[in-house]
């Protein structure tokens, strides 16, 4: 078995199998082959669980960086029971044998406790998670930050891309508190920006250099991986230099204090508020001048509405400061395609900006000539739909906009449907689906109408997991066995037990097979999903698991 770890901007691919487990290990090693149904790969998604701190392993300072085979530090693939405890363990087969400090770490699992993941409706589940337990370096001497005064000090941080989406910028601040960022790619704000910074600022950045001895790191800390983004320290002070080169220079044991004064010089340049522009960045570039009636404060006012990191604040406030709200262009930055594909007030009702979205048409982008431009009504109108975003659907609907819009398939001609299909949940957790289901239904939509593909507003619902939208068109007549043009009831689309259990109530056949697909009953069972195999097998209709090689 082999496992991809996702790092920032590369990845990392590692053979896995269990070492004999240490003498003192509490908690027994996986057996082969034993995987839970459920496995979160995104760190993010482990995080809120985790009860305990991760620990980091310390290890002496050695004449070359260590360049860990099979991955970095030590990776601990972990089976995590129903009630959030360790059951068992696995490492990377490739990997050194176990440290002793390592080893510590090991028989530290039984304590690691967590709060139980859950399946989608809610019951608690065996999951499989990795963790990464870092390993870091003492610094082979304590070298003192060199005497000079602050006027005397500067310091540079540049960060370049990455092969994924890495910000790619540098800052300069000087000991007179003069400030530089310099935004290439991946930032809202691009070009160089001048900008003064108080004295506390200046001095913050020197006791960083302090508190974490910066004066002591290598100068290179250089992963021998590709893909990932390099980051590169210079300071001056008292005439003496210093420059530390990381790239991904966590996975060869560089001290976490570099990390630290890095985030250091960040905080105290606001780096941040230039890379997912903040009100405070916008305040600040309208106090050194920015010219936001002007082209440039039409692309950032573009770029900005496109970045999902962005609040509705901020947006609003460039509108405030002047930006044009017509002729702004995006480029590849946080992938916001380009003015032609992604409409100002189009990215606005996607993500939900409801302040944004007013000023906008108060600004009169729903009118052409005087008049209401019924094609950009229509598309505001289908794009809140088609995002879930209840309360602009309400607010849009005061425009008169059509309840139908025109649908294709494929090469299918194209065909004239309810804009109740246009549905689609996203990744997002404010969907207000059922509710614009019900509001368009009340306007007269067709409750079983068809989309180009032959999926009906069932197939959405069953698709999006909403429990009560599937309820609520059950109950209202919908048909449980309308099938699309891949052959799909809306059963074989459910993504959601709780969705599924109201179909098969409803009376969905679980063994209809879809044109080249399996079956639902055959999918439960590569699945293992427990409440649904609990109804088929009380049913009667359990089906073999299905042949790995084809056919059914």
Request: hydrophobic residues 40%; glycine residues 10%; contains cysteine.
């Amino acid at each position: 078995m082999k496992r991809t770890i996702i790092l920032a901007g590369l990845l990392l691919t590692v053979p896995i199998a269990a070492h004999a487990a240490p003498e003192t290990a509490k908690v027994r090693t996986c057996t082969s082959g034993e995987q839970p149904a459920f496995t979160i790969l995104n760190e993010n998604a482990i995080d809120p669980h985790r009860r305990f701190d991760l620990p980091v392993v310390v290890v002496p300072f050695a004449p070359q960086v260590r360049q860990p085979k099979g991955g970095p530090g030590l990776i601990l693939d972990l089976v995590i029971d129903a009630t959030g405890h360790v059951a068992c363990y696995a490492i990377d087969a490739d990997a050194p044998r176990p440290t002793r400090e390592e080893r510590a770490v090991i028989d530290s699992l039984d304590t690691w406790t967590y709060t139980p993941f859950t399946d989608d409706t809610g019951a608690p589940v065996e999951t499989s998670i990795t963790e990464w337990i870092h390993e870091e370096e003492r610094y082979r001497t304590i070298v003192p930050l060199p005497d000079g005064p602050a006027s005397s000090f500067s310091v540079t941080l540049e960060r370049t891309g990455c092969s994924g989406s890495c910000p790619d910028y540098s800052i300069t601040i000087k000991g007179d508190g003069s400030a530089v960022f310099d935004g290439r790619s991946d930032s809202d704000v691009t070009g160089k920006q001048s900008y003064s910074l108080g004295p506390d600022a200046v001095a913050a950045v020197i006791e960083a250099a302090r508190q974490t001895q910066i004066w002591s790191a290598r100068d290179k800390y250089i992963a021998r991986v590709t893909g990932g983004p390099t980051n590169v320290v210079t300071l001056h002070i008292g005439g003496k230099s210093k420059t530390i080169v990381d790239y991904e220079g966590a996975l060869v044991g560089m001290p976490s204090a570099v990390t630290r004064f890095e985030a250091a010089v960040d905080k105290a340049g606001g780096t941040a508020d230039y890379i997912h522009l903040t009100t405070e960045g916008v305040e600040r570039l309208g106090t050194e001048g920015f010219e936001f009636a002007s082209q440039a404060g039409a692309d950032l006012l573009a770029v900005t509405n496109a970045d999902k990191a962005v609040s509705d604040d901020t947006v609003l406030a460039l509108i405030q400061a002047g930006a044009p709200v017509r002729g702004g262009h995006t480029s590849s930055i946080h992938g916001a395609g380009n003015a032609e594909d992604s409409p100002l007030l189009r990215n606005a009702i996607r993500l939900g900006r409801r302040k944004t979205v007013q000023a906008l048409i108060g600004k009169g982008v729903l009118m052409q000539d005087g008049k209401p431009d019924q094609a950009a009504i229509d598309d505001a109108f289908d794009t809140a739909i088609s995002a879930g975003r209840m309360e602009l659907v309400q607010s849009l609907w005061a425009w008169h906009p059509a309840l139908t819009f025109t649908d294709s398939f494929r090469d299918g001609p194209a065909r004239t449907v309810p804009v109740t299909l246009l549905l689609n949940k996203v990744e997002q957790t404010d969907w207000d689906g059922f509710a614009i289901a019900q509001f368009l239904l009340d306007q007269g939509c067709d409750l079983n109408a068809r989309d180009a593909g032959g999926s009906t507003l069932l197939h959405i619902a069953a698709a999006s997991g909403d429990a009560g939208l599937m309820r609520y068109l059950l109950d209202h007549g919908a048909k449980v066995g309308a099938t699309n043009e891949d052959g799909q009831a809306p059963l074989d689309v459910s993504s959601a037990d709780a969705v599924s259990l109201l179909l098969l109530d409803a009376g969905a056949d679980p063994l209809h097979r879809p044109d080249n697909g399996y079956t639902f009953a055959e999918v439960a069972r590569i699945n293992k999903s427990k409440p649904v195999l609990a109804w088929l097998k009380a049913h009667g209709l359990m089906a073999p698991l299905p042949n790995p090689r084809g056919g059914g």
